[in-house]
C-alpha cells in the first residue's frame, strides 16, 4: 500500500478518532513500526501536522486543528464528483480517466471508500469548445504570441482582432478568453465559443495581461472596488454557503441577515446576481451600484406594466 493511503489513513485517525498508535497503522497496512513511527515523523515535519504524543496513552494526537488537512477524504469525494462529471461530457478517454480517478483516490481510507458510488455531481450544461481553436489559444500562450481571431459579438458583428491572450478561464460554465486587445487599445473578455477563426501571429507578447486581479464575475482589471449587499430571510441562508469571491466577508447581523462584501472590477454581472433574489437583496454599497440596482428595477417595472396595459 503507498505512503499515501498510510498517510491519508492516520491523518483520519487524528481527526476522527481522538489519535492512532504506531501498531494501528503498522497492522492496518502490514508494515513495521518503524515505518510507521517514519509516517508520522513525515506528517509533522514535511506537513507541519501538531502531533504530539501521549505517553499516557502511547497514542499520537493532534494539540490543536490542523485546518489544512481536516475532512481530506470527503472533500477529495467531492472532488471526484466533480472529476466524473465532466469526464461524462468532455470524453477523455477512459484510460486517462481511470488513470485520474485512481490516483485521486489513492490517498482516500479503505473505509470511506465503500461510499464513492453513493456521492455523485449532476452538474448543468457544460460550454465544450472548439479544440481546434483551443488548440491554437494554447499555442499562442506557449509560444509567447499574439493571436488574429474572427470574432462574432453579442450583437453579431464580425470583426479580426489582434489579441495578447493572457488568461483562459471558465466561469459558470463558459469559456473565456482575457487578452489585451490591439483594437481598442485595452483589456477584453471574449467568449471562446464565438471566436469562429484563430491563428497564432507573428507577434510578441508586450503587455502583462497575466497579473490583472480577479474579485467577482468575469472581468478583470487593474482596479478592483469593494460591494456590499444585504440578504434576508432565505437568500441569507443560500448565500451563507457560497462562495462568490475569494475575498469575500461574509457578516450575520442580528436581524438574522446577511451582508456579503466582496471585490469586483464591473457591477455588469453583480447587478442581475443581486436582482435574482428578488425582494431579500438589496445593495447597500458603493452609490453607484444601488443607483444601477435602481434604475434596472424601474425598467423591469416598466416593462411589466407595457405587458399588463397590452394584454
Known amino acids: 500500500m503507498s505512503q499515501s493511503a498510510r498517510l491519508q489513513f492516520i491523518i483520519r485517525c487524528l481527526n476522527?478518532?481522538?489519535g492512532v498508535t504506531l501498531r494501528e497503522i503498522a497492522d492496518a497496512f502490514e508494515v513495521?513500526?518503524?515505518?510507521?513511527?517514519r509516517d508520522i515523523e513525515y506528517l509533522r515535519d514535511q506537513m507541519h501536522a501538531p502531533v504530539v504524543y501521549d505517553w499516557k496513552s502511547r497514542r499520537y494526537h493532534l494539540e490543536s486543528i490542523w485546518?489544512?488537512?481536516?475532512?481530506t477524504d470527503e472533500r477529495m469525494i467531492i472532488m471526484g464528483a466533480y472529476l466524473k462529471s465532466l469526464f461524462a461530457k468532455i470524453k477523455l478517454g477512459k484510460y486517462f480517466e481511470d488513470e485520474i480517478m485512481t490516483s485521486l483516490y489513492s490517498g482516500i481510507s479503505a473505509e470511506v471508500k465503500r461510499v464513492?458510488?453513493?456521492?455523485?455531481?449532476?452538474?448543468?450544461?457544460v460550454d465544450i469548445p472548439n479544440w481546434t481553436i483551443l488548440s491554437t489559444v494554447i499555442d499562442a500562450f506557449a509560444s509567447g504570441s499574439c493571436l488574429v481571431i474572427r470574432y462574432t459579438s453579442l450583437r453579431d458583428e464580425v470583426s479580426e482582432r489582434t489579441i495578447e491572450p493572457g488568461r483562459l478561464i471558465n466561469y459558470n460554465n463558459t469559456w473565456y478568453v482575457v487578452a489585451y486587445d490591439y483594437k481598442r487599445?485595452?483589456?477584453?473578455?471574449?467568449?471562446?465559443?464565438r471566436i469562429q477563426e484563430a491563428r497564432v501571429a507573428d507577434m510578441r507578447m508586450t503587455h502583462d495581461v497575466g497579473d490583472l486581479k480577479g474579485g467577482y464575475g468575469i472581468f478583470l482589471s487593474d482596479h478592483l472596488e469593494e460591494y456590499r449587499i444585504?440578504?434576508?430571510?432565505?437568500?441569507?441562508?443560500?448565500?451563507?454557503?457560497?462562495v462568490w469571491s475569494d475575498d469575500q466577508?461574509?457578516?450575520?447581523?442580528?436581524?438574522?441577515?446577511?451582508?456579503?462584501?466582496?471585490?469586483?472590477?464591473?457591477?455588469?454581472?453583480?447587478?442581475?446576481?443581486v436582482l435574482s433574489f428578488g425582494a431579500e437583496a438589496q445593495p447597500l454599497s458603493p452609490q453607484s451600484f444601488v443607483n444601477e440596482y435602481?434604475?434596472?428595477?424601474?425598467?423591469?417595472?416598466?416593462r411589466e406594466h407595457m405587458i399588463a396595459v397590452s394584454d
Open 116 to 125: 464513492l458510488d453513493r456521492v455523485e455531481y449532476r452538474g448543468q450544461s
Open 32 to 37: 513495521s513500526t518503524r515505518q510507521a513511527g
Open 67 to 71: 485546518e489544512s488537512y481536516t475532512n
Open 16 to 18: 476522527h478518532r481522538g
Open 185 to 193: 487599445d485595452d483589456i477584453r473578455t471574449f467568449h471562446l465559443s
Open 249 to 273: 466577508r461574509q457578516e450575520r447581523q442580528e436581524d438574522g441577515s446577511l451582508i456579503l462584501t466582496l471585490k469586483s472590477s464591473s457591477l455588469e454581472e453583480l447587478v442581475p446576481a
Open 294 to 302: 435602481r434604475r434596472r428595477l424601474r425598467s423591469l417595472f416598466e
Open 230 to 242: 444585504r440578504f434576508t430571510g432565505a437568500a441569507a441562508r443560500i448565500v451563507s454557503t457560497q
